[in-house]
């Protein structure tokens, strides 16, 4: 079965600063990987996607993700945090065979000034 | 609008009651998606349609949700009986592709069942 894990309920940082926000995932195959952006009273907004290639993958709003098969993860990271980044994130997983995302049970990310 | 669009936002029911919820997707897009985001959780999936067809429908919880496609642009999905362990966010999603692409997210209804 599928699964994706994001470890953290909750990351906290300060504004400038990285930020990091964690998930791995479980699933047979070479999978499809997404992150997506939920801001209160709106939709999931779509930030990133790995497919294939670059193990690092540029998304919207200066977000970045590195994928790492042997560890089956793939963090989404900003160098620079900013206050309006504070939202609930979720990482999800789309099999090899198969069109369904599975995904994780989000993070919120608080940046404070 | 160029969005994917949910109606209604919000819609509260009775237990027992039949409701439906629509979703009008991105012009163009083949595929569709039903989840259902419960409060605390991730999103989901129940359904996905490629053009007017269930292409896969195993995360419908039971025989009184369903979903139809009919002329491969506007879904609707439909609760008999409600209950209120169905209270959620039901999300629609389109994508142009059904597989590497991303899938465009509506803003979701909120049924809440009492």
């Known amino acids: 079965a599928q699964s994706v894990a994001q470890p953290e309920d909750q990351v906290n940082v300060a504004e400038g600063n990285p930020l990091t926000v964690k998930c791995t995932y479980s699933?047979?195959?070479?999978?499809?990987l997404f992150w997506y952006v939920q801001y209160p009273n709106r939709g999931l907004q779509f930030l990133l996607k790995?497919?294939?290639?670059?193990?690092l993958v540029k998304g919207s709003y200066g977000f970045e993700a590195e994928f790492n098969k042997s560890q089956t993860s793939f963090h989404l990271k900003k160098p620079s945090a900013l206050v309006s980044d504070s939202a609930l994130y979720f990482c999800?997983?789309?099999?090899?065979?198969?069109?369904?995302?599975?995904f994780g049970a989000g993070t919120i990310l608080r940046v404070k000034s | 609008g160029a969005g994917v669009s949910q109606t209604p936002s919000n819609k509260v029911t009775e237990k027992g009651k039949y409701v439906e919820l629509r979703c009008d997707p991105i012009?163009?897009?083949?595929?569709l998606y039903w989840y259902r985001q419960s409060l605390g959780q991730g999103p989901e999936f129940l359904i996905y349609?490629?053009?007017?067809?269930?292409?896969?429908d195993s995360g419908l919880p039971n025989d009184r949700f369903f979903a139809v496609r009919p002329e491969g642009s506007v879904s609707t999905l439909k609760i008999q009986r409600t209950e209120r362990g169905d209270s959620a966010v039901y999300l629609c999603?389109?994508?142009?592709?059904?597989?590497?692409?991303?899938?465009?997210f509506g803003q979701g209804t909120r049924l809440t069942v009492v």
């Open positions: 699933v047979s195959g070479n999978p499809y």
């Open positions: 999603a389109s994508s142009p592709r059904p597989r590497e692409t991303e899938a465009f």
């Open positions: 012009s163009g897009h083949t595929a």
């Open positions: 790995y497919i294939t290639g670059d193990n």
């Open positions: 349609f490629q053009g007017t067809g269930a292409a896969d």
């Open positions: 999800a997983v789309r099999p090899l065979y198969g069109n369904k995302l599975v």
